[in-house]
Structure formats: C-alpha cells, structure tokens
C-alpha cells in the first residue's frame, strides 16, 4: 500500500472518530437510565402509571441539582411507559418550559399547539383561562364522551411557573388534577429546594405535596469509569484493531496521575454530564492524523480552558486607562473594607499616583475618565450599589468593585506589556 493510500486510510479512520464522539459529546447522548435512582425511577413509573391505566390524576414534583438527572429520569421512565399499548393509544404529553412560556398567554396557545386543537379552538373566545384549559381537555374525550384520554403535563423549570401574574396555569393544572375532570399528571421540574414555598396558599392547598429528591451519589471511581465509558468507541466501528489501540490509550490516559487530578478537580466542581462533554470536546478537538490519540497534556489544555476565570479574562482586554482606576478602586477597597464608592472618590486615588509619577503618560481629562469608567460599567466590572443611586449626578453615584483581589492580581501578570510602575502601585499595601 503506498503512502497516500494509507494517509488517506488514516484520515477516513480520524473523521470516522470525530464523528462518533461528537455525536455523543454535542448531542448529549446520556445513559438509557440513570445511576443509582431504581427507587424514584419506580416511584414516578407507578405514579404515571396509576393515571395512564386507572384514570387517576397525580401531581408531584422532581427536585434536585443541574445535571443530577431529573430530565434523564423522567424520559427513562416515559421510554418505559410507552412500550405498554395502553399508552401508546391514550397518553398525551405536553412539555412546557418556564424559560419559554413567560406567561399564561403563551402557555396556553403552546398547550393547545401540542394537544393538536388548534383547529378546534378556531375563534372562540373565552371569558377566563380555566374555562379555555376545560375546553381544551373536554375536546380530549373519547368518542362515547364518556372518559377522556389522559394527559401528562411537564412543566421544566417549575419556579419561574410561580412568577405568572395569580399563578393562574398552575392553580387551573392542580385544581383539575384534584377534582375528577379529567385524568391528568402534572410533573414539574426543578432545582430549587423551596419550590414549593414559592406556590400561594390557595394553589398550594391543590398540590399533592409529593416530591422525588435527586441527590447526586456518584463516587469518584465511578466518575472515572464515566469518562472512559465517553472516551470508548463502540465495537461496531469498522476497523476492530484501531478500536482496541484507541480504547487501551483511553484506559492508560484513566491511569495517568496528572490525569486523574485534573479530573478530580472537575469532579469537585461539578459532576454533571454537560461539563464532561464540554472538556472531553476540547480534548477531542485536539485529536487529527498526525496525532491519533488524546494525551495528559492535551488534558491538562482542555481543562485549563474549562476553568479559566471569564472575568480576569476581560481585564486583559481594558485599556491602560481602565487598569487603573480598576486598581483604584482596588485600594478603596482595601482602605475602607468593601464600601461603596463613586468616581469622584476614585479620581482622587488615581490622583495620588499620578503625583508620584515625573512622566505625564497618564494625565487623562476628566471626560475621557468618566467614559473609562462607563466602559467598566458595561463590561459589568462595577455595578451601582442600589437602585436609588442612579439619580444621582453621575460622578456621585455609588458603585461596587465586581472583582476579587486574585483576579486582579492575575490579571495584571498576564497582561500584555504592563508598565512596572503599575504592577508596583497594585501590589503596594495602600495607594
């Protein structure tokens, strides 16, 4: 086989790898269950269950952290439920999202999109919301009129469904699972341990008060296995004996020491499949013909991106300007343990290091400081320090140092060509 033949062989087998990992790494392509949740999975299982078979409304409430798997939980369990004929013919889902229905208007109109009824809403119009949502699931009776077909509601992000004006949705959604109107689950989503504190009295009366708790219980080990588990390629790539040197790399990268804190450091900030697939993409991104495999140090690259501080990143980009009166009010800071402070007050500070200073590199007008500190204002790098602060006179309005003194000091040494006298001033105890 000649050079170019085997070039090409390789670059086909590369594209062929990319392929397959960033399908699982960009389309999030998680487990078919999620780990060490058998008990909720059975406890949500037989409560939609109970509504879908027997007619039996339920509300309830899925509780826990980003990325703990309450979404993963809840299509494990549809998948289940759907493989019964009985669903199959019956449930009608609608999947609502806190972030996209910002009121009961929107709600309503993407209830009625999903149910398919919106040709038999036409032009009517009804008096209050509770009377269109009894419209709607009385156009969901079967053809006897004598039951309706049951009807799942998942409501993600639930806590922003609490923000609606009278909580209107989800009194009308309780209150018709509570009477026998219809057979109706209501699943909300939520990371918010108070959830339930946030409904009205008269709406949290109608709620079952049922919640399922998902608390991350996964080890460290485990969290390895995950990664080598995202890292393999599946038997079924076409050339068997790349699949077992690619996969024995990914095990021998597991081992790696630096490897292994690097990865204990993520596990530390978040255990989450979205992180994961974030820093396995960087690493992925890394890999072509010349370099097959993925190394620590490629690793250790894609980590550091990962955690970088977005904020001290920033401050690379500022004018020389902009450093200072940063720094500024780095002292003010210091010297008066985080109190408010206004541009006048900052001024002042740079003032005093400018008096210290022969060359006139820094004498800017008072226009071109006032417009430096707009700047840092909508970079968000100081923010006012109340909302009545904002009548006053602009040089007067007190502000508060979004940073903290290490992303400064960070900053500073990683910034491009910064003058020595600078570095001094921000390093000094007091200006």
Not at 50 to 62: A, D
Not at 189 to 203: G, P, Q, S, Y
Not at 325 to 350: R, S, T
Request: proline share 3%; hydrophobic share 40%; net charge neutral.
């Amino acid at each position: 086989m000649t050079d170019g033949c085997v070039h090409h062989q390789n670059k086909q087998r590369s594209l062929k790898v990319h392929r397959i990992l960033r399908k699982r790494f960009c389309h999030q392509q998680l487990p078919d269950k999620p780990e060490g949740l058998e008990a909720q999975h059975k406890h949500l299982m037989e409560l939609l269950k109970r509504t879908v078979v027997h007619g039996e409304s339920n509300s309830v409430l899925i509780v826990g952290p980003r990325g703990a798997g309450k979404t993963m939980l809840l299509r494990s369990v549809l998948r289940d439920l759907s493989e019964e004929t009985e669903v199959q013919k019956n449930l009608l889902q609608v999947h609502l999202n806190g972030l996209l229905q910002t009121d009961d208007r929107i709600a309503l109109k993407e209830i009625t999109r999903q149910l398919h009824l919106e040709n038999v809403v036409g032009d009517r119009v009804f008096g209050s919301f509770a009377e269109n949502l009894a419209f709607l699931l009385d156009a969901l009776k079967k053809g006897d009129r004598s039951s309706s077909r049951p009807v799942l509601f998942v409501l993600d992000e639930f806590d922003l469904f609490t923000h609606h004006k009278n909580q209107t949705l989800l009194y009308n959604l309780f209150d018709v699972s509570q009477s026998a109107q219809a057979p109706l689950a209501m699943v909300g989503l939520t990371c918010r341990l108070d959830a339930v504190e946030l409904l009205e009295k008269r709406v949290k009366s109608r709620f079952s008060h049922r919640q399922i708790h998902l608390l991350t219980t996964l080890t460290f080990s485990q969290y390895l296995d995950r990664v080598r588990a995202q890292l393999s390629l599946p038997d079924g790539f076409p050339d068997g004996k790349f699949v077992e040197e690619w996969n024995a790399a990914v095990t021998t990268l597991c081992e790696d020491k630096s490897v292994e804190e690097v990865l204990q450091r993520h596990y530390n900030s978040s255990k989450d499949f979205r992180s994961l697939h974030m820093l396995l993409m960087l690493c992925l991104s890394r890999v072509s013909v010349a370099k097959p495999a993925i190394t620590p140090a490629d690793l250790l690259d894609a980590s550091r991106l990962c955690l970088t501080d977005a904020k001290a990143n920033m401050l690379h980009g500022l004018s020389i300007l902009e450093l200072c009166l940063i720094i500024a009010m780095k002292h003010l800071n210091d010297v008066y343990e985080g109190e408010p402070f206004n541009l006048q007050m900052v001024h002042n500070e740079f003032k005093k290091f400018l008096q210290r200073k022969t060359s006139s590199l820094y004498n800017f007008e008072q226009p071109v400081i006032m417009k430096a500190f707009e700047h840092l204002q909508q970079l968000e790098l100081i923010r006012p320090a109340d909302s009545s602060s904002a009548k006053t006179q602009r040089e007067y309005q007190l502000m508060r140092l979004m940073l903290e003194h290490g992303q400064i000091m960070e900053a500073l040494q990683k910034y491009p060509q910064c003058p020595m006298d600078i570095k001094q001033w921000a390093t000094s105890a007091f200006a």
